[in-house]
Protein backbone atom coordinates (compact mmCIF):
# COMPACT_ATOMS: atom_id res chain seq x y z
CA UNK A 1 0.00 0.00 0.00
CA UNK A 2 2.65 2.65 0.44
CA UNK A 3 5.97 2.49 2.64
CA UNK A 4 4.84 2.91 6.45
CA UNK A 5 8.21 3.55 8.25
CA UNK A 6 12.14 2.90 7.98
CA UNK A 7 13.06 1.85 10.70
CA UNK A 8 17.02 2.87 11.96
CA UNK A 9 19.31 0.93 14.81
CA UNK A 10 20.94 2.74 17.07
CA UNK A 11 23.17 2.87 20.67
CA UNK A 12 21.50 4.92 22.44
CA UNK A 13 17.97 5.76 21.91
CA UNK A 14 17.73 9.13 24.32
CA UNK A 15 20.09 10.41 22.24
CA UNK A 16 19.15 9.15 18.89
CA UNK A 17 15.15 11.27 20.48
CA UNK A 18 16.91 14.17 20.76
CA UNK A 19 19.05 13.93 17.15
CA UNK A 20 15.65 13.46 15.55
CA UNK A 21 13.43 16.12 17.32
CA UNK A 22 16.16 18.12 15.68
CA UNK A 23 16.50 17.01 12.23
CA UNK A 24 12.60 15.91 11.87
CA UNK A 25 11.48 19.63 13.85
CA UNK A 26 9.19 17.60 15.88
CA UNK A 27 8.78 15.63 18.58
CA UNK A 28 8.77 11.58 19.41
CA UNK A 29 4.95 10.78 19.03
CA UNK A 30 4.90 7.49 20.85
CA UNK A 31 7.65 4.96 22.20
CA UNK A 32 7.01 1.41 22.92
CA UNK A 33 8.83 -2.01 24.29
CA UNK A 34 8.62 -4.67 22.32
CA UNK A 35 9.49 -7.37 24.56
CA UNK A 36 9.41 -10.58 22.76
CA UNK A 37 11.96 -8.62 20.33
CA UNK A 38 13.68 -7.06 23.27
CA UNK A 39 13.68 -3.40 21.62
CA UNK A 40 12.34 0.05 22.50
CA UNK A 41 10.99 1.72 19.64
CA UNK A 42 10.64 5.69 19.04
CA UNK A 43 8.44 6.94 16.11
CA UNK A 44 8.43 10.22 14.58
CA UNK A 45 5.61 10.71 11.50
CA UNK A 46 6.86 12.29 8.18
CA UNK A 47 3.93 12.81 5.91
CA UNK A 48 2.59 9.74 5.35
CA UNK A 49 5.29 7.74 6.62
CA UNK A 50 7.18 7.28 9.63
CA UNK A 51 11.10 6.66 11.06
CA UNK A 52 11.37 4.39 13.81
CA UNK A 53 14.49 4.12 15.58
CA UNK A 54 15.11 0.85 17.63
CA UNK A 55 17.31 0.61 21.08
CA UNK A 56 18.50 -2.58 22.21
CA UNK A 57 16.89 -3.13 25.85
CA UNK A 58 18.91 -6.49 25.61
CA UNK A 59 22.32 -7.42 24.86
CA UNK A 60 21.43 -10.38 22.96
CA UNK A 61 18.57 -8.51 21.18
CA UNK A 62 18.80 -8.52 17.42
CA UNK A 63 19.23 -4.99 17.53
CA UNK A 64 21.88 -4.95 19.48
CA UNK A 65 23.67 -7.64 17.22
CA UNK A 66 23.13 -5.65 14.11
CA UNK A 67 24.31 -2.70 15.83
CA UNK A 68 27.94 -4.40 17.10
CA UNK A 69 28.39 -5.94 13.55
CA UNK A 70 27.21 -2.78 10.99
CA UNK A 71 27.11 -0.07 13.51
CA UNK A 72 23.92 2.73 13.96
CA UNK A 73 21.59 2.97 10.62
CA UNK A 74 19.00 2.07 8.01
CA UNK A 75 18.16 -1.48 9.82
CA UNK A 76 14.29 -2.26 7.41
CA UNK A 77 12.22 -0.36 5.57
CA UNK A 78 8.78 -1.77 6.13
CA UNK A 79 5.45 -1.53 3.80
CA UNK A 80 2.50 -1.77 4.99
CA UNK A 81 0.12 -4.63 3.32
CA UNK A 82 -3.76 -5.00 3.98
CA UNK A 83 -3.30 -8.92 4.18
CA UNK A 84 0.10 -9.77 5.43
CA UNK A 85 -0.76 -13.73 5.44
CA UNK A 86 -1.54 -13.53 1.95
CA UNK A 87 1.91 -11.27 1.09
CA UNK A 88 3.68 -14.01 2.56
CA UNK A 89 2.34 -16.51 0.80
CA UNK A 90 2.83 -14.49 -2.29
CA UNK A 91 6.14 -13.95 -1.87
CA UNK A 92 7.05 -17.54 -0.61
CA UNK A 93 5.71 -18.63 -3.80
CA UNK A 94 7.76 -16.03 -5.94
CA UNK A 95 10.60 -17.48 -4.12
CA UNK A 96 11.90 -14.78 -1.10
CA UNK A 97 13.06 -16.32 1.66
CA UNK A 98 10.56 -15.15 4.00
CA UNK A 99 12.08 -14.70 7.91
CA UNK A 100 9.11 -15.30 10.03
CA UNK A 101 7.07 -18.58 9.76
CA UNK A 102 3.96 -16.43 11.27
CA UNK A 103 3.62 -12.79 11.49
CA UNK A 104 4.26 -11.98 14.90
CA UNK A 105 3.32 -9.04 17.07
CA UNK A 106 5.42 -5.70 16.83
CA UNK A 107 5.36 -2.04 17.76
CA UNK A 108 2.69 0.71 16.50
CA UNK A 109 -0.16 -1.91 16.67
CA UNK A 110 1.14 -3.84 13.73
CA UNK A 111 1.59 -7.05 12.83
CA UNK A 112 5.07 -7.54 11.37
CA UNK A 113 7.07 -10.22 9.50
CA UNK A 114 10.79 -10.31 6.95
CA UNK A 115 12.00 -10.97 4.16
CA UNK A 116 16.06 -12.04 4.28
CA UNK A 117 17.80 -9.01 2.71
CA UNK A 118 19.89 -11.31 0.42
CA UNK A 119 16.76 -11.12 -1.82
CA UNK A 120 16.51 -7.77 -1.55
CA UNK A 121 19.91 -6.07 -2.82
CA UNK A 122 20.81 -6.02 0.91
CA UNK A 123 17.75 -4.22 2.54
CA UNK A 124 15.60 -5.84 4.99
CA UNK A 125 11.76 -5.63 4.12
CA UNK A 126 9.03 -5.17 6.73
CA UNK A 127 6.06 -6.24 6.29
CA UNK A 128 3.52 -4.61 8.88
CA UNK A 129 -0.51 -5.13 8.60
CA UNK A 130 -2.55 -2.67 11.45
CA UNK A 131 -3.83 -5.33 14.12
CA UNK A 132 -7.93 -5.57 14.36
Known amino acids: MHIDHIGIAVNDLEEAVETYEKLLDG ?14 TAFFRTGESKVELLGATDSDSVISKYVSKKGEGMHHVAF ?4 IHAELDRLREEGFTVLNDEPSRGADNKLVA ?3 PKDNHG ?5 CQERA
Open 114 to 116: FVH
Open 80 to 83: EVED
Open 27 to 40: ECYKREVVEDQKVE
Open 123 to 127: VLVEL
